[in-house]
């Protein structure tokens, strides 16, 4: 069976820094893109950043020149840079991932179970 474990997530003053990451295990034919996602409280989730199989990356405006998204193909591990944090990145970080698990034809849609980050001000 996948799944998809984020790590890294905590407490940090504005201005600080965390890297997150996420792994896929259980038996994986091929991984395609992988992403983060935020949820903050009474907000909708909202895509922070992707990055292909090909490893072409798109970010949200509000963390653009902050964070960097990259990923180690050979080992399904997706990171999250986060630089320069604000009170407003606060959220619960969730990795995504699309891929193919072994014995099966078609792409799947994966979700870790979350992280938070809390940025104090």
């Known amino acids: 069976q996948v799944q998809l474990v984020e790590s890294g997530g905590g407490l940090v003053h504005a201005g600080g820094s965390l890297r997150l990451s996420c792994t896929a295990s259980?038996?994986?034919?091929?991984?395609?893109?992988m992403a983060w996602y935020r949820q903050a409280p009474g907000k909708q989730r909202e895509v922070v950043a992707r990055i292909s199989s090909g490893t072409s990356t798109t970010y949200a405006d509000s963390v653009k020149g902050r964070f960097t998204i990259s990923r180690d193909t050979d080992k399904n591990t997706v990171f999250l840079q986060m630089n320069n944090l604000k009170p407003e990145d606060t959220a619960v970080y969730l990795c995504?991932?699309?891929?193919?698990?072994?014995?099966?034809?078609?792409?799947?849609?994966?979700w870790g179970q979350g992280t938070q980050v809390t940025v104090s001000s």
């Open positions: 995504y991932a699309l891929l193919v698990p072994r014995g099966q034809q078609y792409a799947v849609d994966y």
């Open positions: 259980g038996s994986i034919y091929n991984t395609y893109n």
